[in-house]
């Protein structure tokens, strides 16, 4: 027995993917990919350590520096995703359209926050001996650098996607997050690590509260 379709009845409506659900795809999947990266050097760290629980030898060795970078990393990105639906209701209200420059302005911190993460988390094969403090300062001026390219898009969002005038709060603390992380990109000095990772953590831990909801447009629901 099947069932035969009556082609009488109406057809359905044909599903249109909205524009921003088009443009949203690529730094979705950046997002997701940083993410999963993420997850996925914890979830190795924890297998190591129980291997060697009863060991003397530890073939990861933390740094409390390099993991912190992590963390704000991760901070960056999910508040670049959270906050990419609030910039989608901005254009829509003032009825602005794509075009390619704003659309790869608006790639550009995933890009980078992936980049970081990459470079940032060393590639592990099994039960290789890891120092990430060293592995930290080897990279750290091309870490610090796509951190800064991040802050540097931030700014441009804030002039030229949301149109807030250079004397502004909101492009005035852009820039000067963008000054405190360049001197960055060029110092290997532990002292000055040290310090600037709890300014870079702190930062990224105070935009938490001040976008900590997220509303939709009431035409939508």
């Known amino acids: ?21 088009h443009l949203s795809l690529i730094p979705f999947l950046l997002v ?4 999963i990266k ?5 979830a190795h760290y924890i297998e190591i350590s129980n291997k060697y629980r009863e060991s ?11 993991s912190l970078f992590i963390f704000a990393t991760f901070i960056a990105l999910l508040l ?29 911190p995933g890009i980078f926050l992936y980049l ?11 039960d290789d001996p890891i120092d990430m403090k060293e592995h930290y ?16 898009t931030s700014v441009l969002f804030s002039l030229f996607l949301y149109g807030n005038p250079v004397i502004s709060r909101a492009t005035l603390s852009r820039v000067a997050l ?13 002292k000055v690590h040290r310090i600037m990772i709890v300014v870079f953590v702190i930062t990224m831990l105070i935009g938490v509260p001040e976008n900590w909801e997220l509303q939709m447009d009431a035409s939508l629901v």
Not at 178 to 190: D, V, Y
Request: charged share 20%.
């Open 1 to 21: 027995m099947y069932c035969k379709r009556n082609f009488n009845e109406t057809p359905l409506p044909p599903i249109h993917m909205d524009l921003f659900e």
């Open 32 to 35: 997701a990919l940083g993410l």
């Open 38 to 42: 993420i997850i996925s050097v914890i």
């Open 56 to 66: 003397e030898i530890k073939p990861i060795k933390l740094y409390w520096v390099h």
């Open 80 to 108: 670049y995703w959270w906050n990419s639906y609030q910039f989608n209701d901005y254009r829509e209200e003032k009825n602005l359209t794509w075009n390619m420059a704003e659309y790869f302005l608006y790639m550009l």
């Open 116 to 126: 970081s993460l990459e470079i940032a988390i060393p590639e592990m094969k099994n």
């Open 137 to 152: 300062y080897n990279n750290s001026n091309e870490m610090w650098a796509t951190v800064s390219f991040v802050a540097m």
């Open 178 to 190: 963008l000054l405190l992380l360049i001197p960055m990109c060029f110092t290997r000095k532990e």
